[in-house]
């Protein structure tokens, strides 16, 4: 079993892991919070999450659950929720994930990938590795819409055709574009976040009225 580390990312990559193996390190990290396991065809990331990249990745779930609010959107938070498919030999754990505009059936119940559907809406946080890697693992699933910040800005991508593209402006949660979501972002940072609240929220109201 080959092995690669990157201790500044905090970033572990196994090869040649069976799908037991997988599922048995999903059973035993089931309670902890702190990692993130991606599974393809027998290669295994295992990332340790920082505060670095929690804080983006809870920013911009607070963002979108404000933009939902203000334009009366329903959610459904599914937060990192695992998505694995035997079949597919495929799993994953995203940073945030939706279901948008639907009522779930799911409160209190387990996800089922097989049978229930993906996440309207995922958002990934890469200001320490690239989910890049990872876009082939989320087209198999199906998922719609990624929301992606590199540490600089925050970039929509849809999928179309089997693969995902960049595009300007958000399906999931119209009129949001990427180039909004990070002045929003940035914005976070230099304001008391019940304000930057409330900010995002009128901007939501001001599109539902328009």
Known sequence: MATVTSPAERLVILEGVSWETYERLLAEHEDQNGTRF????????????????????RILAMLVEAIAEGL???LSPLGSTTFRRLELQKGFEPDSAYYVGRTSTLWGQEVDPAVDP?????????????SLNRFPIFAAFGVPEVWRYDGSRVAIFRLEGG?????????????????LATQFLEESREL????????????????RRS
């Not at 960049?166 to 119209?174: F, M």
Request: hydrophobic content about 35%.
């Open 72 to 74: 009366r959107i329903r």
């Open 118 to 130: 993906p996440p309207d809406l995922m958002i990934e946080v890469d200001v320490t590795s690239s």
């Open 163 to 179: 693969r995902y593209i960049e595009v300007q402006t958000s399906a999931i949660l119209p009129p949001v574009t990427g180039a």
């Open 38 to 57: 991606t599974y393809q065809e027998g290669r295994l990331e295992i990332m340790v999450l920082s505060a670095r990249h929690e804080q983006p990745n």
């Open 192 to 207: 008391p976040s019940d304000e930057w609240l409330e900010r995002v929220r009128d901007w939501a109201r001001a599109q």
